[in-house]
């Protein structure tokens, strides 16, 4: 296992990133650490927690998620993709904001979201599951203006400059959405062993997990058809994350949250998703063999 | 088509006389159908003087077309041929180098039963010089391995022959009935160079590694002594069918063992593969003899896919 945890750091090393990650085999409950207990931004994987709280209003007769919303282009928190990409009015369903918040990590439609159920809704869902050092701060449009508002006038290009990126608020656990790797392996347990919510809605959550469209992070990992990987991804300016869920045809289910940082400010680096990938299959591994060792 | 014959041969020859003595004909009329050639096409071909004849630079773009014609009408005749005789004539066939002597042994004896006065010309060739050939029209059949590009190809039945893994007596694993992946943990392994079958070497590697055997290094030999020499001198293992294994497996084993893989252990799958459209008759034969063979004396199975399929978004298609 420490042979893992050595090798998880000399991967993402060689990508260029620091990295912390937690990886928890979900019916066994062993675990693999690597810095599962660093504070971490969550930036857009913030948007599981608000997934859960959404599911669970619905579940206790809240809200209910065929309800219909009114999606205009006016105030419309910016993004590029999904809603927040759009040009004109758009009408849809709760749980179909939900599913382009969770498969484009549509900003737009989080935010919609948040603003029916309230970010204290998110806060107490999960204190409620026992994440006791995840927070939410502010809505994702908020986010995204300290973003704006800590770069400056030179808007996106200053984001290049190290002093600029060392004061962006946003990066700060202390200011921004936050969590630990372990705090999000626990709520995948809770959602993945139906814990967070009613079965029925727990299929909802997984089923609209396995929709997210990336396949250059976490999914990158796992180039196996007969393997299933569920996942939210997080970006901001060095911030790369993504926790999720890998499932084998074997019954084996792992939840690995992984939160990296990289030196450099280039918002394109393939081998910084990629190598979320390539942790988050050095952990499982490590998890399937120490699960073999101990069957025999 | 002799006509570009004869331009061919000029152009190779440099000299009307030699090329009309490589053709066995007269040199008028050889100088004849060159010019007739030339008014056809409406291209100069070759500059003539009174001693010389030179390739022009027109012909020396349509050089290499015309042998193209040339080679994939030689192999028309070939096929048109067979067709007509439907018994007789030439078949060129190719087998992957990791079948056992009493597999191939089979197969031709089955194809010989099949088609009698048919002329097999065999070929041991990996599955990238056979997809080669085959495209090139220079191969009527073979047996490929998979996963590999099936573009332009029809296929026999897909037949899988689970991979053991040749160890060497002494190691500590050699002691199971059946390895696990995992416990060759560290060992070099000796596998075919990436060039004869590339998608399939990536696919043993990654299947290795998926079930706990990432090989300290991978050191590439195909020929069987030479693979188990370099596993009783290095330590290193082989993956290996059990048909292909050494003899002498069970009572008094040799000093190389072949033990059967367990925990998601990697197999071949093959199937016998042709030209899109040009499967007649002693193809057919060929096909069928080999997937009997590879059955009946290499232990292979149908190709069942038993596991599920997670298409992921990014596939961009559902079904």
């Known amino acids: 296992m420490t042979d893992a945890v050595a090798r998880i750091h000399a991967a993402l090393a060689d990508a260029g990133v620091t990295g912390w990650l937690h990886a928890l085999d979900i019916d066994s409950g062993e675990q693999l650490d690597a810095g599962a207990d660093q504070p971490v931004c969550t930036a857009s994987v913030h948007k599981l927690c608000l997934l859960v709280t959404l599911h669970e209003q619905a579940a206790r007769g809240a809200l209910d998620l065929a309800e219909q919303v009114e999606a205009v282009p006016e105030g419309r928190t910016a993004g590029p993709t999904g809603v927040a990409a759009m040009l004109d009015a758009a009408r849809m369903s709760l749980r179909d904001l939900a599913y382009l918040m969770m498969a484009v990590s549509d900003n737009a439609a989080a935010d919609l979201l948040l603003r029916r159920v309230g970010l204290d809704a998110v806060n107490a869902t999960t204190a409620r599951l026992g994440l006791t050092r995840t927070r939410a701060v502010h809505t994702f449009g908020e986010m995204l203006a300290t973003v704006r508002e800590d770069a400056g006038p030179d808007g996106a290009r200053a984001l290049a400059d190290p002093r600029v990126v060392s004061r962006l608020r946003a990066l700060d656990p202390a200011r921004s959405n936050r969590s630990t790797p372990r705090d999000m392996t626990r709520l995948l347990g809770a959602v993945w062993r139906d814990e967070a919510c009613t079965p029925e809605h727990g299929a909802a959550m997984r089923r609209i997990m396995g929709l997210q469209v990336w396949p250059h992070r976490l999914a990158s990992g796992f180039p196996f058809d007969d393997v299933h990987v569920a996942g939210k991804t997080g970006s901001l300016p060095t911030l790369r994350n993504e926790v999720g869920v890998v499932e084998y045809p074997d019954g084996g289910r792992y939840a690995v949250a992984v939160f990296t940082r990289t030196a450099h400010t280039a918002a394109t680096l393939p081998a910084a998703d990629a190598v979320i990938g390539t942790a988050a299959r050095i952990a499982v591994d490590a998890l399937r063999a120490r699960a073999f060792r101990s069957s025999r | ?319």
């Open chain 2, 1 to 319: 088509m002799r006509h570009l014959e004869c331009f061919v041969a000029v152009a190779e020859e440099s000299h009307f006389g030699r090329a009309a003595a490589r053709l066995g004909m007269a040199q008028p009329p050889l100088s004849q159908r060159v010019q007739r050639l030339e008014r056809e096409l409406g291209v100069r071909l070759f500059e003539r003087t009174s001693r010389q004849v030179r390739i022009t630079e027109a012909g020396t773009l349509l050089l290499a077309e015309a042998r193209e014609v040339l080679s994939r009408t030689e192999s028309f005749l070939a096929a048109a041929r067979r067709v007509r005789d439907g018994e007789t004539g030439l078949l060129r066939a190719a087998l992957p180098p990791d079948l056992s002597g009493e597999t191939v042994a089979a197969l031709l004896a089955d194809f010989g039963e099949r088609h009698a006065g048919l002329e097999l010309e065999l070929h041991e060739l990996s599955t990238a010089q056979q997809l080669d050939r085959l495209a090139a029209h220079d191969l009527d059949v073979g047996v490929v391995h998979h996963p590999c590009d099936v573009t332009g190809l029809e296929l026999g039945p897909v037949l899988r022959r689970e991979l053991g893994v040749l160890l060497p007596a002494g190691a500590a694993a050699a002691a199971l009935a059946e390895v696990p992946l995992p416990a060759l943990s560290g060992r070099d392994l000796i596998l075919f160079p990436r060039a004869a079958a590339p998608a399939l070497y990536d696919e043993l590697l990654t299947t290795c590694a998926r079930g706990g055997f990432t090989p300290a290094a991978v050191r590439h030999g195909q020929g069987a002594s030479f693979v188990q020499g370099l596993v009783l001198s290095s330590g290193a293992v082989a993956l290996c069918p059990r048909d292909a294994a050494p003899p002498g497996q069970g009572s008094g084993e040799g000093d190389v063992v072949w033990r059967p893989l367990t925990g998601g252990a990697p197999a071949l799958r093959h199937s016998a593969a042709w030209p899109k459209g040009r499967g007649d008759a002693a193809v057919q034969a060929f096909a069928e003899a080999a997937t009997h063979a590879l059955r009946t004396a290499a232990g292979a199975v149908p190709d069942a896919p038993a596991r599920p399929l997670h298409l992921r978004p990014a596939s961009e298609y559902w079904l």
